[in-house]
């Protein structure tokens, strides 16, 4: 039927050239989307080949959208009305001959609209589309269906559930295999057989059950058959115009791996072969490469970029082969096999990561290019021939005697190409010097390695004797400078001096600025190795040419000056502060120009950080700067958001290592501007910089600071807690009060006598946030806050808790929502020294048998954990239930689980793990492994990725204790024996109280009552 003339009118109107017509047919298509019947004519447009090409695009990519948007009522994308049932099943009716269309275009984009209907359709409102699908690829009767059909299945095949897979996989296989075996079918369709394959391949094995072995050993057969097609493909001939047979030796790498990593009994005896046939792909594609790539001499078809934006370039097939490459050596069980071919391995990966062309002309007009390069550890044929590289080293017994002879060997290649006038020979030396670098770390632990294997003195000081000079090619230069930065273990003493003296020639302002870059990078590395003699020298050149850089390079290289600066100011305290006159004011303009770079102004903290924490250097320092960080913090409104949280960040910098003396100063100068700040604001991350700023004054002043500059102490102390009472409030959010729980801790330690007063009402403020707060940092530092009081005294604590009625107007008292909230969490604590204040904390109340505490009801141990595997399907519709236990029972559950981790020493957030990589191929399946998360004995709700998450949130401490506060690091209770005090309160407690001790041993699991037993006897 041909499409109504009313839409090809709109459609001819959509595709007008004048911009105001275009933009009223646009609209009119949008009008009629929601039109009875629009889909369905749309349909016919998209297949009426008497219209243009850029009609029937037109109508195919609107009919795209509309699936999108009207289809069904569940998609994100939706938007009323939904098509009707009978507009449904006419356009699927209709739109798959589309699949057969001459065009390749239509063919793609109808293929793109049965995908996104089968989303939803597929099988139960569509049963039969997979069926006609796999009939036309079986059938091969019509070259343009076969096309189509394979590229629509292509594009939703692993969204097929697992019995959908299996059927499919069982008819379809063969006839793909036909189709990527043959070359009367394009480039084009055999590459999208392979990737069904390659799909087939992987879901597969993800959504089979490892027990239905028959059925995997049906399709195991299926897949060993691409095995001798997949050798023939690799050895196809390859040319620099066959931008069609890179994509699909490509498709057949990937489906390769695939295999490989999925299949083992499959693809085991047929190794040789593949191995065979990708080892001539891998040295007969290196000459073409050199030759258009790396030299650019010989013109190279820029290859293909498919519908799914996938890169099908030289290169990528490259790239994909080093990945095959990759699985092989990676895999303890299959390395053997390339034994006798790994010394050529190496050789012939270090003439594939040779500088390209294009990237030779890109890094020379952008050095941003250059840094991006070097810092993307992704894609790219030089990154994936390093990670073999590296690979080869972990794994190969002699691998660095192998690299060492490959290193040489390419070396002298380099030299001979020189000789003869080549003068792309740098680029070789420049990656024999690439790999080394790579490898460092395994290097020098390389199986079997030793100072024979590779002599890295010898290769340092061929490195300095012929790389490190001004007539070196620039990027030669600056990898020589890189390797020196990498291999700075291997240097020692005074063998650090010339290169260090290199590094500093190349932050020259006339060196090129890959070599800058580089020698920031060596100065970075070698700076903590380098001893007063080797750097003294070099200070005042350093700190020149630093601050040179400074105003030379922009925001996407910024970062590596201002990081090596950081090393040099933290490395010679005397210089630091003879230059901070010259640095400070230089860093700051820095900040303030780019603070809104969340890298460069963390750099740029940090330098300001690193000359604060040098006591000859903090008071100019802060006398510099202060002035100018208030005068943006006394006028918000006149500032963005960013730059007054960032001047906030920078003042926090400056006062944390300040004595009493120099506090007060920034004190009388910034305090009341953060106050009005704090009480005014509503930006939750200026909010948390007040805090911060709060609670550093608090910790170095304590309740001195509520005097400084004779200062009524109650009037400051009236709006310190003022401040805490606002970020306390429920109506804040967890984000804006991030930082009050650090706030008033510091606050109880520091002026504990100063603070009694106010405590009920502090108290009643920290239970109703905790009870509205969701943040697990904010959960946990006030739970911090409430067992510092409950050391005070636990059991006038626990009668004021039980006498104030829950927040919020719900029922029970205060001490309820504190313990259900402290139990549930406590498990979220991090560093010795909060959870050995919490810990002991929970073991007071429990020491103090409160009857308030008993009353209260807790949740206990799961009570859903024996019906099975608990998968994702059967998590959205069953709702975890838990055991109610009274809260001194699951105190006593918690300290059982204390004692075992105190002992252990895991109570820090550590997690121990077991080395998979002697697995042999086998698949877990993902309900298997999701179960095996679930640890008996872990707080409720409870498993090894909530743990590992939680201790992921600890990184601003060091053993968990904040780095700017020595009292804490000092504190007892941070050098607390935890194991030993449990053990101690629990053995009190049975002789106390033997009844109760039995009752709670029963609920307890295996591991925890043979540690509470052992604990009793002792």
């Known amino acids: 039927m041909a499409a109504s003339n009313q839409i090809v009118q709109v459609l001819n109107q959509a595709l007008d050239s004048n911009p105001d017509a275009r933009k ?4 009119l298509l949008e009008s009629l989307s929601t039109q009875p019947g629009f889909g369905h004519a749309l349909v016919h447009a998209s297949l009426q080949q008497d219209l243009s090409l850029g009609h029937r695009q037109l109508a195919a990519l609107v009919l795209k959208r509309l699936v999108k948007q009207r289809w069904d009522a569940d998609s994100k994308h939706f938007e009323p009305p939904e098509l009707s049932s009978d507009e449904k099943n006419a356009i699927k009716r209709d739109v798959v001959p589309g699949l057969a269309d001459p065009q390749t275009k239509i063919r793609v984009a109808v293929g793109m609209v049965i995908a996104g209907i089968a989303k939803w359709d597929v099988p139960d409102n569509w049963p039969e589309l997979l069926g006609q699908l796999v009939g036309v690829i079986n059938e091969r009767s019509n070259a343009a269906a076969v096309d189509g059909a394979v590229r629509c299945l292509a594009t939703f095949v692993e969204d097929l559930d697992g019995i959908q897979l299996v059927q499919v996989a069982q008819v379809l296989l063969p006839g793909l295999l036909v189709i990527a075996s043959s070359q009367e079918y394009g480039p084009g369709v055999r590459r999208k057989a392979l990737s069904i394959a390659h799909s087939l391949a992987s879901s597969l094995s993800s959504k089979q059950s490892p027990t239905d072995r028959d059925t995997r050993h049906t399709l195991g057969n299926l897949l060993e058959a691409w095995l001798s097609p997949i050798c023939t493909i690799l050895r196809e001939p390859i040319s620099g115009q066959d931008a069609g047979g890179w994509g699909v030796k490509l498709e057949a790498l990937k489906l390769v791996v695939a295999l490989v990593l999925n299949w083992r009994k499959a693809t085991q005896q047929h190794l040789p072969a593949i191995l065979d046939s990708a080892w001539t792909l891998f040295t007969g594609c290196l000459p073409l490469y050199i030759r258009t790539i790396v030299k650019g001499e010989e013109a190279i078809s820029d290859g293909e970029v498919d519908e799914d934006a996938d890169d099908l370039s030289f290169p990528a097939m490259i790239s994909q082969l080093f990945e095959f490459v990759l699985c092989i050596v990676s895999n303890s069980v299959l390395l053997p096999l390339l034994q006798p071919v790994l010394p050529e391995l190496a050789y012939l990966t270090i003439g594939y990561i040779q500088i390209s ?246 750099d740029s903290t940090d330098v300001l950080q690193a000359l604060a924490a040098n006591p000859a250097a903090l008071p100019n320092l802060q006398e510099r700067a202060v002035p100018a960080l208030v005068d943006i913090i006394k006028a918000p409104e006149a500032n963005s958001p960013v730059l007054v949280e960032g001047a906030l960040d920078v003042l926090a910098a400056l006062l944390r290592p300040a004595t009493p003396e120099q506090a007060a100063r920034v004190h009388a100068a910034a305090s009341s501007h953060v106050m009005a700040l704090t009480l005014r604001q509503d930006d939750a991350a200026i909010l948390q910089s007040c805090s911060e700023y709060l609670r550093i004054l608090v910790r170095i002043g304590g309740e001195e600071m509520l005097c400084w500059g004779g200062a009524d102490p109650e009037q400051t102390l009236h709006a310190l807690l003022q401040a805490v009472a606002l970020l306390l409030t429920p109506e804040a959010g967890d984000s804006a009060s991030l930082g009050i729980g650090e706030v008033v801790s510091t606050m109880l330690r520091k002026m504990p006598q100063r603070m009694a007063g106010s405590m009920p009402e502090v108290v009643k403020a920290v239970v109703a946030k905790l009870a509205s707060a969701e943040s697990s940092p904010l959960i946990t530092s006030l739970l911090v806050v409430l067992a510092q009081l409950m050391h005070v005294n636990t059991s006038q604590f626990l009668d004021f808790l039980a ?216």
């Not at 105190?902 to 793990?913: K, Q, S, T, V, Y």
Request: charged share 20%.
């Open 357 to 602: 062309a294009e990237q030779e002309e890109v890094w020379g007009a952008d050095a941003a290019a250059f840094v991006a390069d070097e810092e993307d550890d992704m894609v790219g044929v030089r990154t994936s021939g390093q990670l073999v590289l590296d690979e080869l080293l972990r794994q190969a017994d002699g691998a660095a005697a192998m690299l060492s002879s490959a290193v040489g060997r390419r070396l002298q290649d380099a030299a001979q190409a020189k000789a003869a006038g080549d003068g792309a020979w740098w680029k070789l030396r420049e990656a024999a010097l690439l790999a080394v670098g790579a490898v460092a770390e395994p290097l020098l632990e390389a199986p079997g390695a030793s100072d024979r294997d590779f002599d890295l003195a010898s290769f340092l000081n061929t490195c300095l004797t012929e790389d490190l000079s001004a007539s070196t090619p620039p990027y030669l230069l600056a990898r020589a400078l890189w390797v020196a930065s990498r291999l700075t273990a291997a240097l020692h003493g005074d063998r650090t001096a010339p290169f260090y003296e290199a590094a500093v020639k190349g932050l020259e302002s006339y060196s090129p600025k890959a070599v800058q870059i580089c020698a920031c990078r060596a100065i970075y590395a070698l700076t903590p190795k380098a001893g007063p003699n080797v750097l003294q020298p070099q200070l005042h050149s350093l700190y020149e040419r630093l601050g040179n850089l400074l105003q030379e390079f922009n925001e996407e290289t910024l970062h590596i000056a201002l990081e090596t600066l950081t090393v040099v100011i933290k490395a010679d305290a005397q210089a630091a502060a003879a230059w901070e006159h010259r640095v400070s004011p230089a860093v700051l303009q820095v900040w303030a120009a780019h603070v809104a770079d969340p890298l460069i102004a963390l």
């Open 803 to 1018: 006498s104030q009625p829950a927040p919020g107007g719900q029922p029970g008292t205060a001490l309820g929502t504190v313990m259900r909230v402290w139990l549930e969490r406590q498990i979220e604590l991090r560093g010795f020294y909060n959870i050995n204040l919490t810990s002991t904390a929970l073991a007071l109340a429990l020491a103090s048998r409160h009857p308030a505490l008993a009353e209260v009801q807790v949740k206990g141990k799961r009570l859903d954990t024996d019906s099975g595997i608990r998968t994702r399907s059967r998590a959205a519709t069953q709702r975890e239930q838990y055991e109610a236990v009274p809260a001194p029972v699951q105190i006593f559950v918690l300290l059982a689980d204390m004692l075992i981790e105190a002992r252990e020493g895991n109570l820090n957030g550590g997690l121990g793990g077991q080395d998979d990589s002697s697995s042999d191929w086998e698949e877990l399946s993902e309900e298997g492994s999701e179960a095996a998360l679930e640890v008996h004995g872990l707080p409720p709700g409870q498993n090894l990725l909530d743990i590992a998450a939680a201790a992921a949130s600890a990184h601003d401490y060091v053993d968990g204790i904040s780095k700017d506060d020595p009292e804490l690091q000092n504190d007892p209770l941070s050098k607390l024996d935890l194991a030993a005090f449990v053990g101690e309160q629990l053995r009190s407690l049975f002789r106390r109280d033997e009844s109760f001790c039995n009752q709670c041993c029963t609920k307890l699991g295996p591991a925890q009552l043979a540690a509470v037993r052992q604990c009793f006897q002792q």
């Open 24 to 27: 009223r047919g646009e609209d």
